[in-house]
C-alpha cells in the first residue's frame, strides 16, 4: 500500500519530498548505486520521451487530454544521453541534502543550458532504488503533463542527463531515497564565450589590440590593408542551432577527412541537411597546436586570439571574426591527439538570409562582472542565471530573458525606439540605455565592490 504526500524543501527549492508508506518485506537489496543502477534509471525516463503518449496512458490519462497537451500516439523526444560532469554535479546537490558537500560544486557550468529537479521519497520499513526513483520519475511526468510545461522530462532544450540517488533520512520522516536530476544542453559554454568575445569586437574592432596583444603598428605590419578593418560596421553574429550541429560536422571533417554522414557537397547544402534555412554559408577551420599538460585543450582565449591573429593576416576575406553581412553563427571546439603535441580545432560555420523585415531588430547581449576592471568582456567574467529586463520610453515594461551559462541573452525588439536595460547584481543597479535601429550588441558591465 502506498500513501503520497507532497512537501516542499524550501532550502533545495526544487526537490520535492514524497512521503511513502510502504508496508512491505525487507528484501536485502544494496543500497550502493552502480552504473547499471545509474543506465536503468537513464532507460525509465529515456522510455518516458520515446513513447510519452503510451507511458501517459499506463499511469491513467485519457487520450484526448494528451492530444490537448500536444502529446500524440507519434510524439517522441530524443533520448537524454548520460553526462559524468552532470552525474557529479547530481551528486553534489545529494550531498548538500544530506549535509555533505563534494568538489562538484565548486566547478563551473560545461553545459550553456542546465536544469535540475528531482524528488525525496521517504518511506517505513524498506524501499528499493527502483521502486523509488519511478515515484519520483512518474510525479515529475505528471506534474508536467498536468500544468503542460515540458521542462525536463519532455524538454527539447537538453540533450544530456545526471542522475545521482543517496539514501538518508528526513527529519523524522524516517528513512528516505534523495533522487538528484541534472540535465544540459548539447550546446557548450566554451562555444558562446567565443561569440561573445566575436560580437564584442565586431561592436569595436578597435579592442582587438587588446585581445592580441599587439599595438597598432604590429598590426599595420601584418597587414597593410587591415586599416579598413576599422571603418567598418559589424553587427552581432546570432547563434544558431543548426549551423552550430553543421560546425560539429565540419570539425569531424577536419579530424577525418569526411563528414560523418552525407550531408551535401557545399557548406550551404550541409547547412541545410542540419535545418538552416539562409541563402548563403560559410566554413571555416582554426587548428591551434597545445602541450599535452594543458588539460582540457586550449583556452577559449587562446583559441580567439589566434583566430584574430589569422583575420589579420588574411583580411579582407574574413573567416568569422569580421565577416561582412552575416547574421547567424554556431561554432563548436574539439580536441585531438597527437604523439608529442594535442591540438585544438575551431570550426565555424556563419550563414546569412535575406531579410525584408526591418521593423525588428535582433539583440544580442552579454552580462559579466568586469573583475580585471578593463572593461572587456573575458570567459570566466559571465554572470549566469541573472534576471535582464527591458524597457522602452516612459519606463515601460516590455521583456525579461535570464542569461545562459555564457552570461548571453537574446531577444527581438521593435526598431527605431529607446530602450533602457537593466540587471540588479548584489543589489547594484546594471544599466545600458540604447536607441535600437537594427540589430545590436548589449553589454551590461557590473564594477565589483573591490574595484
Known sequence: MLFYSIIMKKQIKLYTIILAMVFLGVHGASLAESSENKETFLDV????????????????????????????????????AADDFLTAIAADDNGLMTGEETLASKKKPVHLLTAETGG?????NF??????????????????LDTNKFHHILSNAYSYAGIAISPGRVGGLGNAWFVAIRLGSSELVSEMQMLNLINQVRSDPWKILDYSELNSAEVFNENQSVLYLFTNNYQPLFFDASLRAASGAHSFYVFHGAYPEPSGDTPLERAAF???????????????????????????????????????????LGSAVFLKDFQDAGSSISFGVGA??????????????????????RIYGVLFSDNDGN???????????QTVKV?????QAVKNVITDNAGHFS???DSNKQYSFKATIEDVPVTQEIFITSDQFVKLVYSPPSL
Not at 120 to 124: P, Q
Not at 375 to 385: K, M, R
Open 340 to 361: 608529442d603535441i594535442d591540438v585544438s580545432v575551431l570550426s565555424f560555420v556563419a550563414g546569412k538570409k535575406i531579410s525584408d523585415n526591418e521593423q525588428i531588430s
Open 45 to 80: 525516463i529515456n522510455q518516458i520521451r520515446t513513447a510519452p503518449f503510451s507511458y501517459a496512458l499506463s499511469l491513467g490519462y485519457d487520450s484526448e487530454f494528451l492530444v490537448k497537451s500536444g502529446i500524440l500516439p507519434e510524439t517522441q523526444f530524443e533520448p537524454y
Open 391 to 395: 524597457y522602452a520610453e516612459e519606463m
Open 274 to 316: 542540419h535545418g538552416y534555412e539562409g541563402g548563403f554559408v560559410q566554413e571555416s577551420a582554426l587548428i591551434v597546436n597545445f602541450l599535452k599538460e594543458e588539460e582540457g585543450g586550449a583556452s577559449v582565449d587562446t583559441l580567439f586570439s589566434s583566430l584574430i591573429r589569422n583575420e589579420l593576416k588574411i583580411w579582407p
Open 411 to 413: 531577444m527581438t525588439l
Open 120 to 124: 525525496v521519497v521517504s518511506f517505513l
Open 375 to 385: 572593461g572587456l568582456y573575458s570567459p570566466g567574467e559571465e554572470l549566469i542565471q
Open 127 to 144: 524501499m528499493s532504488l527502483d521502486t523509488a526513483f519511478k515515484i519520483v520519475i512518474d510525479y515529475l511526468f505528471r506534474k508536467e
